[in-house]
């Protein structure tokens, strides 16, 4: 019913940009918080940054001042800029969103995942 999915990954030199984007599609009455997580080899799966639906945002410590998450409600799509890359950024990048669906179920919905190397 509900799909999200992210694009934008890639191979990049440290100091560089990207900028993901997650688009969600299917039976969707109205989205909630939408985020980005990443999870690297080896590693638990770790917030990035969040935005709610009016826009305030958040952001894990390691990205601040780095990336920029956005959105488009007209879109259903959330945005992660990310500048400044470095390679301890990269990870498999993945988006989350709660979202109702037109049964009043509110539930979160997770990406495919985008993979993020940065090379140094």
């Known amino acids: 019913q509900v799909q999200l999915v992210e694009s934008g990954g890639g191979l990049v030199q440290a100091g560089g940009s990207l900028r993901l984007s997650c688009a969600a599609s299917?039976?969707?009455?109205?989205?909630?918080?939408m985020g980005w997580y990443r999870q690297a080899p080896g590693k638990q799966r770790e917030l990035v940054a969040t935005?709610?639906?009016?826009?305030?945002?958040s952001y894990a410590d390691s990205v601040k001042d780095r990336f920029t998450i956005s959105r488009d409600n007209a879109k259903n799509t959330v945005y992660l800029q990310m500048n400044s890359l470095k390679p301890e950024d990269t990870a498999v990048y993945y988006c989350?969103?709660?979202?109702?669906?037109?049964?009043?179920?509110?539930?979160?919905?997770w990406g495919q995942g985008t993979q993020v190397t940065v090379s140094s």
């Open positions: 299917g039976s969707i009455f109205s989205i909630n918080n």
């Open positions: 935005i709610t639906r009016g826009g305030i945002t």
């Open positions: 989350n969103a709660k979202i109702g669906d037109y049964r009043g179920s509110l539930r979160n919905y």
